[in-house]
C-alpha cells in the first residue's frame, strides 16, 4: 500500500493550496481518509477526516479547510483557503479501516508535503 500526497508549497498568509492524495493497494472506497499535520516541535495532530456519510475536522481549520475524496479516481482532497502562518507543518495524508482523529485509528501513512504560510 502506498499513499502519495502532493500539493504543499510556499504560500502567502491568505492564500489557498489543494493537498492530494492518491492510494494504491487497497480498495479506496472501503477506507476512511485523514489528513494529518506535524509543525516543527510539535506532535502530530489531526486535521480532517472524511468516509462515506460524512466527514470531521479540528476546530482551528472549520470554515477554512475543506476534506473530500473522489472514489472514481481514488484521491482524497484538502482544499485549504485562508491559511494562516500557524498551518505550516508536514501534512499527511492517512487510510483507517476506523478512522476518526487518532493516528493509531489509521493503519496506512503518505509521506508527507511540505504547506509553509509567510505571514
Excluded: H
Excluded at 476534506?67 to 479516481?73: H, L, T
Excluded at 508536514?90 to 493516528?103: F, H, I, K
Amino acid at each position: 500500500v502506498q499513499l502519495q500526497a502532493s500539493g504543499g508549497g510556499l504560500v502567502q498568509a491568505g492564500g489557498s493550496l489543494r493537498l492530494s492524495c492518491a492510494p494504491s493497494g487497497l480498495t479506496f472506497s472501503n477506507y476512511i481518509m485523514g489528513w494529518f499535520r506535524q509543525a516543527p516541535g510539535k506532535e502530530r495532530e489531526f486535521v480532517a477526516a472524511i468516509w462515506w456519510s460524512g466527514s470531521d475536522y479540528v476546530d482551528s481549520v472549520k470554515g477554512r479547510f475543506t476534506i473530500s475524496r473522489d472514489n472514481a479516481k481514488n484521491t482524497v482532497y484538502l482544499q485549504m483557503n485562508s491559511l494562516k502562518p500557524e498551518d505550516t507543518a508536514l501534512y499527511y495524508c492517512a487510510a483507517g479501516l476506523r478512522g476518526g482523529r487518532r493516528t493509531y485509528e489509521y493503519g496506512y501513512w503518505g509521506q508527507g508535503t511540505l504547506v509553509t504560510v509567510s505571514s
